[in-house]
């Protein structure tokens, strides 16, 4: 499965942004998938994610101001990213993580080449 992001841009503080994810192929879709971050200096961590089981998990610094969402129909996946803060900046990964749910910090699945996302204050 190929991946590939985009939707993301410099914003500041407050404003808004949603991120998308399109898949190559329908087998995109019987995965468990999520969005990963990584900031300068910082190790990887999952932000969002949809177990194959339907269940969401949120990173708790984000869980009120981020809705993550799939579309099997377009095999592609969401991050609407609302109250961003400079704290959210960051280089973010869609990826799949097979059956089950996605790792906190690793994805045992494919991965796309990420959308810089910069929030100024």
């Known amino acids: 499965v190929q991946l590939v992001e985009s939707g993301g841009g410099l914003v500041q503080a407050g404003e808004s942004l949603r991120l998308s994810c399109t898949a190559s192929?329908?087998?995109?879709?019987?995965?468990?998938v999520g969005w990963y971050r990584q900031a300068p200096g910082k190790g990887r961590e999952l932000v969002a994610s949809i177990s194959t089981g339907g269940n969401i998990y949120y990173e708790p610094s984000v869980e009120d101001r981020f809705t993550i969402s799939r579309d099997k129909g377009q095999n592609s996946l969401y991050l609407q990213m609302s109250n961003l803060k400079p704290e959210d900046t960051a280089m973010y990964y869609c990826?799949?993580?097979?059956?089950?749910?996605?790792?906190?910090?690793?994805?045992?699945?494919?991965w796309g080449q990420g959308t810089q996302v910069t929030v100024s204050s």
């Open positions: 990826a799949t993580c097979g059956t089950g749910y996605c790792g906190r910090t690793h994805a045992s699945g494919s």
């Open positions: 192929g329908s087998a995109f879709n019987f995965n468990a």
